[in-house]
């Protein structure tokens, strides 16, 4: 199932984001440093990322990077 919402997760998670990081997210390797950048702001240490309010928005940041990692490699889900 997780695999099957690959797409719309994305489009979800990258339409939650402000529109200055979400312009920026192309799955190219820079737009990592804008992702971590944006993962920076939005959690001041790690034990904010812990919360379960927070895991749908981690979920679509983790999906990104495996995103960008697949495409960079041409591996497969």
Do not use: N
Not at 24 to 41: G, P
Not at 63 to 73: A, L, S
């Amino acid at each position: 199932m997780w695999l099957i919402d690959m797409d719309d997760a994305l489009d979800r998670f990258v339409a939650s984001l402000p529109d200055s990081v979400r312009h920026r997210l192309d799955f190219s390797d820079a737009s990592l440093d804008v992702l971590e950048e944006c993962l920076l702001s939005k959690y001041k240490d790690v034990s904010a990322t812990r919360d379960l309010a927070e895991s749908a928005f981690l979920d679509g940041a983790a999906r990104y990077i495996g995103e960008v990692f697949r495409k960079r490699t041409g591996a497969k889900w």
